[in-house]
T-cell receptor
Framework: DAGITQSPRHKVTETGTPVTLRCHQT?????MYWYRQDPGHGLRLIHY???????DKGEVSDGYSVSRSKTEDFLLTLESATSSQTSVYFC????????????FGPGTRLTVT | AQSVTQPDIHITVSEGASLELRCNYS??????LFWYVQSPGQGLQLLLK??????LVQGIKGFEAEFKRSQSSFNLRKPSVHWSDAAEYFC??????????????FGTGTQLKVEL
């Protein structure tokens, strides 16, 4: 398995509070991604990174920000959590563009009350 | 924009029976296609991938998939299912992102149940 960890694995928070999720990789892969998984939607891309300090938006980026200050860490921040952000969040990494596929972390289950 | 359809939400098969999970994609160029499996409470594991060449792709755990451009399909197959194959299966199509890397667009998944 690819060396990807996510923390925390579970979190319950209140509406309006900021939340930061961490993804850490030991594979030295260039590309990192944040997805959310919701029933009936599969996984949807939130943000991605193509290098240190290089990030861009995915298809569901509203309400989320990211940062990548070093190769191994990719942080996802919910500036002010809302109930619609209750979801399972997955980090993924890939080494190359196009071929090769992405490798996923174990996920973080976030509940916003 | 690319899209993926997995028409079967749930499938039940008997252990030892053959399996085919359907996937149809929409993409303007030659697609990068993937199948992932997710066990309960786990992340996604890559089963196999296609980007060019032989249209029959072999993957891990005895799975294979066939790319059919004329049908825009990438169906997953296994000749004999084991009880441990019970999981959710996702098909995905990849598009190259600005700056590199891939955006994966996933189908909504097919839940496989295996009867003993």
């Amino acid at each position: 398995d690819a060396g990807i960890t996510q923390s925390p694995r579970h979190k319950v928070t209140e509406t309006g509070t900021p939340v930061t999720l961490r993804c850490h990789q030991t594979e030295n892969h260039r590309y990192m991604y944040w997805y959310r998984q919701d029933p009936g939607h599969g996984l949807r891309l939130i943000h991605y990174s193509y290098g240190v300090k290089d990030t861009d938006k995915g298809e569901v980026s509203d309400g989320y920000s990211v940062s990548r200050s070093k190769t191994e860490d990719f942080l996802l921040t919910l500036e002010s959590a809302t109930s619609s952000q209750t979801s399972v969040y997955f980090c993924a990494i890939s080494e190359r563009t196009g071929v090769g596929g992405q490798y996923f972390g174990p996920g973080t289950r976030l509940t916003v009350t | 924009a690319q899209s993926v359809t997995q028409p079967d939400i749930h499938i039940t098969v008997s252990e030892g029976a053959s399996l085919e999970l359907r996937c149809n994609y929409s993409y303007g160029a030659t697609p990068y296609l993937f199948w992932y499996v997710q066990s309960p409470g786990q992340g996604l594991q890559l089963l196999l991938k296609y980007f060019s060449g032989d249209t029959l792709v072999q993957g891990i755990k005895g799975f294979e998939a066939e790319f059919k451009r004329s049908q825009s399909s990438f169906n997953l197959r296994k000749p004999s299912v084991h009880w441990s194959d019970a999981a959710e299966y996702f098909c995905a199509v990849g598009a190259i992102l600005t700056g590199g890397g891939n955006k994966l667009t996933f189908g909504t998944g097919t839940q496989l149940k295996v009867e003993l």
